[in-house]
């Protein structure tokens, strides 16, 4: 039984190894945002997905609308106060960048695509809570944003939006991408994972391929640990390590399901698949 067992597993986990590596589409990341503006108009979405990396604007200490940030002063608007920004990596953590552990802020990313688009774009799980703006219109919501502990309402969780032109959207050239992030329960807050853009059918394979590999991985750690609990249970009581093991190997796999990519968030929320 414990071969048979043992073969079970090792043909699941190279079965959804071989699944991952086969139908996962290529992510690239040799073009990187400067200065708050990531070019993709030479991009090949035909040939996979693009992360959204680099360098983001970041107004530490505020949450901005996309209406507040076009309207501050500069050359176009002297009458107005012009906002205090910096520039952060994407993906990392604002600590890095020499804020506060906890804190909230606004990042601002200005993506430059082909006219002739059909994209989609993947919003990662963002800890603690998070709202997010494509073009003026919020497309995300994660939880409550808020400025201190008691306003913040925390509830990470990850989503696929749709920015087809076919779903009542005009061909876009320029997408201006503003996120609110508030992180009051966590240390080291900001945007720790890559907002990814591309065709429809490419990220939604990226994505089930990676919540596929979490579900494996969970999976296996809850078979492992129901062997290890069988063993405890007709063992004799000398043999508790078994019990502790089990224990363990549950709250490993309940672990992944839940916060590996939020698979649990994401099946529970109908709202995951939404035209933009």
């Known amino acids: 039984m414990r071969r048979f067992l043992l073969t079970l597993l090792c043909i699941a986990a190279i079965s959804a190894a071989v699944f991952y590596v086969v139908s996962v589409p290529r992510v690239r990341t040799d073009i990187r945002a400067v200065e708050g503006i990531i070019d993709l108009r030479g991009a090949d979405f035909a040939g ?3 992360a959204l990396a680099g360098e983001w604007e970041f107004y530490w200490d505020r949450f901005c ?3 507040e940030l076009r309207a501050q002063g500069g050359e176009n608007n002297p009458n107005l106060p012009t906002l205090d920004s910096a520039l952060v990596h994407v993906p990392g953590s604002w600590h890095g960048a020499g804020f506060y552990r906890l804190g909230h802020g606004t990042y601002r990313l200005t993506v430059l695509i082909p006219e002739a ?14 709202a997010v703006w494509v073009n003026d219109r919020k497309i995300h919501g994660a939880g409550r944003v808020g400025t201190d502990r008691d306003e913040e309402i925390p509830r990470p969780k990850n989503g696929i939006y749709d920015l087809r032109a076919d779903n009542g959207c005009a061909p876009l050239s320029e997408m201006e991408i503003v996120v609110q992030v508030s992180s009051y ?6 945007i720790r994972n890559n907002f990814h853009i591309g065709a429809d059918s490419m990220l939604l394979r990226w994505a089930v391929g990676r919540w596929a590999s979490a579900a494996s991985l969970a999976g296996a750690f809850l078979v492992i640990g129901l062997y290890h609990f069988m063993l405890w249970l007709f063992q004799r009581p000398r043999y508790s390590v078994y019990l502790m093991f089990a224990i363990h190997c549950a709250v490993e796999g309940v672990r992944f399901l839940i916060e590996k990519d939020s698979v649990v968030q994401y099946l529970a929320d109908e709202s995951r698949y939404m035209p933009y």
């Open 48 to 50: 996979g997905l693009y």
């Open 65 to 67: 609308t996309p209406e």
């Open 117 to 130: 688009n059909g994209l989609t774009i993947y919003v990662p799980e963002i800890r603690s809570a998070s």
């Open 185 to 190: 329960d966590r240390f080291f807050g900001g």
